[in-house]
């Protein structure tokens, strides 16, 4: 019955365990005019290796159809990620950062939320992004940027033409690569023998913990864990050395690699590791758990956008995340029960969603007038965006959620 491919990571046999049927690009919003026969769709299925036990996409999209001039995401867009990545350049500056002339590479940059503040403290630097129009917002503010995407033959260069990196740094990038033995090759190469790979994704547990199913989109093609992470670096003489919990974008892991042997490994590697033992993470039965747990909220949120839409109360959507691709496809969500979705990104404003086709407007446009009901497709950002807009709670407004299951708060 089930569907098999070939690990990218390993070459070991992945089992499918959840098909979340056809999809289109997460972040292609369609501009006014586009013609909606053109879209690209693709399966979105994922699947466990029985080897390493990475959990990753069955099938990959083309890099260039995700990866280009007119990329959507701004990573400045959140305070609190601002925040997040200023505090992570401080500690950097503090500990990795203090030799002298050391230098940092930084796989996916995106608009240089993290590399400005190094910049700023005079630390030489490079950027390595794809995405020409996120690139140019961090040329602006003085980052140093290369427009290319990150592999093997990539970081040779660099090398070349800089020397060894201290610290190579990727978040919320690294997931994105399927290709993901070229880009560890290359960091392999162009790391001192003192340094570190840092980087930061979404963890599996939590994932599986918080059925957070929108996760899983085109974009995110590895779902990492300490086990995965672990055999992974060990495949090209790295060792994973310290891992850190965040609690930014749902939960995820900050991983430290570092030159099998150059570092003792941190007590909290052996920690973590157990904790997915004794959760089962590498285990078919609970992702397959999992897929059960998705399609109940698929059940209830469908069911109450129903109810709310035949009781004529209005239903706005908040966040034109790329995540919520998976959710309003999965669950047949379009502008019959969502009338749109405010969000603060310019180059999303104006257009419409890929696949189910809502209008995405501004964040003004929520308060004239607020709607009854708000569904919150940007739930990780919960905290900034409620509070932002407590006047619409002041109004009699009422949030949605879907993760971890369906409420309305
Ligand atoms: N680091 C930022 C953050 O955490 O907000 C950006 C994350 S964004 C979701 C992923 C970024 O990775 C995009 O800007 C994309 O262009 C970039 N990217 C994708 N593949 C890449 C590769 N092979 N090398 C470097 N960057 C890549
Ligand atoms: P993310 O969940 O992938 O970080 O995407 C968040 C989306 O939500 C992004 O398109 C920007 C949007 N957003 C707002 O519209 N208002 C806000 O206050 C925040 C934090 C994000
Ligand atoms: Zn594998």
Same mark, same amino acid.
């Given at each position: 019955m089930s569907n098999t491919s070939q690990c990218r990571v390993c070459g070991g046999t992945v089992h499918e365990f959840f098909d979340f049927g056809r999809q289109p690009l997460s972040d292609a919003f369609l501009a006014p005019g586009s013609d909606l026969g053109q879209e690209f769709f693709f399966r979105l299925a994922t699947g466990l290796c029985e080897a390493c036990t990475m959990v990753q996409l069955m099938e990959e999209v083309p890099r260039d159809r995700m990866f280009h001039e007119e990329y959507p995401y701004y990573s400045s867009g959140s305070?609190?990620?601002?925040?997040?990545?200023?505090?992570?350049?401080?500690? %950097?500056?503090?500990?990795?950062?203090?030799?002298?002339?050391?230098?940092?590479?930084?796989?996916?940059?995106?608009?240089?939320v993290m590399l400005r503040a190094l910049a700023e403290a005079g630390v030489r630097h490079l950027g390595v992004e794809p995405s020409g129009g996120?690139?140019?917002?961090?040329?602006?503010?003085?980052?140093?940027?290369?427009?290319?995407?990150?592999?093997?033959?990539?970081?040779?260069?660099?090398?070349?033409?800089?020397?060894h990196a201290d610290v190579i740094y990727a978040a919320n990038t690294l997931c994105h690569i399927p290709y993901i033995g070229s880009v560890l090759s290359g960091v392999a190469a162009l790391l001192a023998p003192t340094g570190v790979?840092?980087?930061?994704?979404?963890?599996?547990?939590?994932?599986?913990?918080?059925?957070?199913?929108d996760q899983i989109y085109d974009e995110h093609f590895f779902f990492f864990t300490v086990r995965s992470v672990g055999a992974m670096a060990a495949a090209h003489g790295l060792e994973l050395v310290d891992v850190e919990r965040l609690p930014v974008h749902g939960g995820e892991v900050r991983y430290t690699l570092a030159p099998a042997g150059s570092r003792q490994p941190s007590a909290a590697v052996a920690e973590l590791l157990a904790e997915e033992d004794a959760r089962g993470l590498g285990e078919t039965a609970t992702l397959r758990r999992f897929g059960e747990n998705v399609l109940k909220i698929?059940?209830?949120?469908?069911?109450?956008?129903?109810?709310?839409?035949?009781?004529?109360?209005?239903?706005?959507?908040?966040?034109?995340?790329?995540?919520?691709?998976?959710?309003?496809?999965?669950?047949?969500?379009?502008?019959?029960?969502?009338?749109?979705?405010?969000?603060?990104?310019?180059?999303?404003?104006?257009?419409?969603?890929?696949?189910?086709?809502?209008?995405?407007?501004?964040?003004?446009?929520?308060?004239?007038?607020?709607?009854?009901?708000?569904?919150?497709?940007?739930?990780?950002?919960?905290?900034?965006?409620?509070?932002?807009?407590?006047?619409?709670?002041?109004?009699?407004?009422?949030?949605? %959620?879907?993760?971890?299951?369906?409420?309305?708060?």
């Open positions: 305070a609190y990620m601002r925040d997040h990545f200023e505090g992570l350049a401080k500690r %950097l500056l503090a500990t990795e950062l203090t030799g002298e002339d050391p230098f940092i590479v930084e796989v996916g940059c995106n608009d240089g996120v690139a140019d917002l961090a040329a602006e503010k003085g980052i140093r940027v290369r427009k290319s995407f990150f592999e093997e033959s990539t970081a040779k260069e660099i090398l070349a033409a800089e020397g790979f840092v980087f930061e994704d979404p963890y599996l547990s939590d994932i599986v913990e918080r059925t957070s199913f698929r059940e209830d949120l469908t069911a109450l956008l129903r109810r709310l839409r035949d009781e004529g109360r209005s239903v706005v959507g908040y966040g034109a995340t790329a995540k919520s691709a998976t959710v309003t496809n999965l669950c047949g969500i379009g502008p019959d029960l969502v009338s749109f979705v405010c969000d603060s990104t310019p180059t999303k404003q104006g257009r419409l969603t890929p696949g189910t086709h809502i209008p995405v407007r501004t964040p003004e446009d929520f308060a004239r007038p607020y709607p009854d009901y708000a569904l919150l497709f940007a739930w990780n950002h919960a905290e900034e965006i409620m509070a932002k807009e407590q006047e619409f709670r002041d109004a009699g407004g009422k949030w949605i %959620l879907y993760v971890p299951d369906v409420r309305i708060v």
